[in-house]
C-alpha cells in the first residue's frame, strides 16, 4: 500500500493462543474433538448424512472441474472442516440458544409487530420475493459487521481461516458466528410472514453457502451482478487488500452494487486466502478463540453493576464501530476503510 494513502489504524485482533504444549496437550485436544463429533453423531445421525451427500454431489465436479488445479483432495486441514461438519449438529445447537437470545433481547420483532397489518396486506405471491429480500438486506449488514466491527470479526475469522477453498471448507464456523443474523429472522414471524419463509430461507442459506465455498469453476460470471457464484464469494474469501471488506451479500450482489462492496476484477481471479493473524489449527482451540481476555462470564455475579456498566459501554462502542461502518465512504480502499470504521475518540470527547 502506498504511504499517500494516509495513517492506517490496524484492526484490533484476539491475542494469540500459547503454543501448543507438546503432544500430551496435542492428543487431549484431539480426543476433545473427537468427543464432541462423536456427541453429534449419538444426537443427530443426520449430520453424518449432509457429509455423504454434499461429498458424493460436489467432489465429483471439483475433480473434472476445478478452480485451483494445484489443490489436492488430501489438503491440508481437511480433517479439521470435516470434523467440523460432523460435529455441526452439536455446534448449531449451542449457536441456536444464543441466536434465540440476541434475538429476543434485540426487539427486532418489537417493528415486526407494528408492520404486521403493512405485511398481511401484501399478496402472498409476493411475500416469499419480499421476505427474501429483506432478509438479505439484514444479511448483508449483519455480514459486514462481522467484518469490520474488530469484536464480532474475532467470531467470523474462524470461517475465514482457511486457505484453501472445497466442499469441506466452508463448514468450518463457530457456533457464536452468524447469531447477529437471528433479530432477522424474529423480524420476518413477528411481521406474518408465513413461517415456511423463514425455514426456506434457512436452508437456502445454508445449501448455497456450502456450494459457493466448492472449489469448482464455473462460467456464470455475466450472471454475478444478478445472482450468487462460486466466484463471487470466493473473492469475498480472498486475502488480497483490495478483495478485503468486499462481497458481503448472501442471495443478491445487489446490495453489495448499492452499498459500494461489489468486486470482480475482469483481469484476475482469486488465488490467495485465509487471514493474516494467527489462527491455532484444532477444534477446540478454534472454538475458545474469539473468547479469549474476555474475563470470567462468572463476574457478573460477584459485581454486577459494574459488569452492567462495563457491558453498556462494550455496546457503546459496539453501535458506534456499527455506525462507522454504515457511512464510510463507497468503494474505499482496505487500508483506508479499517482507519476510517476504527478511528479512535480523543480522551473526554463525545462521539461524533
Known amino acids: 500500500m502506498n ?30 474433538a473427537l468427543c464432541l463429533a462423536g456427541l453429534a453423531l449419538w444426537y443427530d445421525q443426520e449430520g453424518l448424512g449432509a457429509v455423504i451427500v454434499l461429498f458424493v ?15 489436492g483432495f ?49 399478496p402472498s405471491p409476493y411475500l416469499l420475493f419480499v421476505g427474501v429480500a429483506l432478509f438479505d438486506l439484514a444479511g448483508y449488514w449483519t455480514h459486514r459487521w462481522y467484518h469490520e466491527v474488530p469484536q464480532l470479526w474475532r467470531f467470523h475469522a474462524v470461517h475465514h481461516s482457511p486457505e484453501d477453498m472445497d466442499w469441506a471448507s466452508g463448514f468450518r464456523a463457530h457456533p457464536f458466528d452468524g447469531t447477529l443474523i437471528a433479530p432477522a ?12 419463509t423463514s425455514g426456506l430461507i434457512a436452508l437456502a442459506q445454508i445449501l448455497l453457502g456450502l456450494f459457493l465455498h466448492a472449489n469448482v469453476r464455473l462460467r456464470l460470471r455475466p450472471l454475478s451482478k444478478i445472482i450468487m457464484t462460486p466466484e463471487f464469494h470466493h473473492w469475498h474469501h480472498s486475502n488480497e487488500d483490495d478483495a478485503v471488506w468486499r462481497n458481503y451479500s448472501t442471495f443478491l450482489p445487489l446490495w453489495d452494487i448499492v452499498f459500494g462492496t461489489y468486486y470482480m476484477p475482469k483481469e484476475k481471479r482469486p488465488t490467495v486466502y485465509g487471514i493474516d493473524e494467527h489462527m491455532p489449527m484444532t477444534m477446540v482451540e478454534q472454538l475458545r478463540y474469539p473468547l479469549i481476555g474476555m474475563g470470567n462470564p462468572l463476574r457478573f455475579l460477584r459485581h454486577p453493576f459494574r459488569s452492567f456498566k462495563a457491558m453498556l459501554r462494550g455496546i457503546k462502542g459496539l453501535l458506534r464501530i456499527m455506525r462507522r461502518s454504515m457511512f464510510r465512504p463507497r468503494n474505499q480502499p482496505y487500508r483506508l476503510a479499517v482507519a476510517h470504521v476504527n478511528q479512535r475518540e480523543p480522551s473526554g470527547a463525545d462521539p461524533e
Open 74 to 122: 488430501r489438503r491440508p486441514h481437511l480433517d479439521l472442516d470435516v470434523g467440523y461438519a460432523i460435529a455441526s449438529p452439536v455446534l448449531q445447537g449451542v449457536g441456536l440458544v444464543a441466536a434465540v437470545l440476541v434475538g429476543v433481547l434485540s426487539f427486532a420483532w418489537l417493528p415486526g409487530l407494528l408492520l404486521r397489518p403493512y405485511i398481511q396486506a401484501i
Open 57 to 71: 454431489l460436489v467432489v465429483p465436479f471439483e475433480r473434472l472441474f476445478p478452480r485451483h488445479h494445484h489443490q
Open 185 to 196: 429472522f424474529f423480524f420476518l414471524i413477528a411481521a406474518g410472514f408465513p413461517a415456511e
Open 3 to 32: 504511504e499517500q494513502d494516509g495513517p492506517v489504524h490496524e484492526v484490533p485482533v484476539a491475542p494469540r493462543l500459547p503454543p501448543v504444549g507438546g503432544w500430551p496437550k496435542a492428543i487431549v485436544l484431539r480426543i476433545m
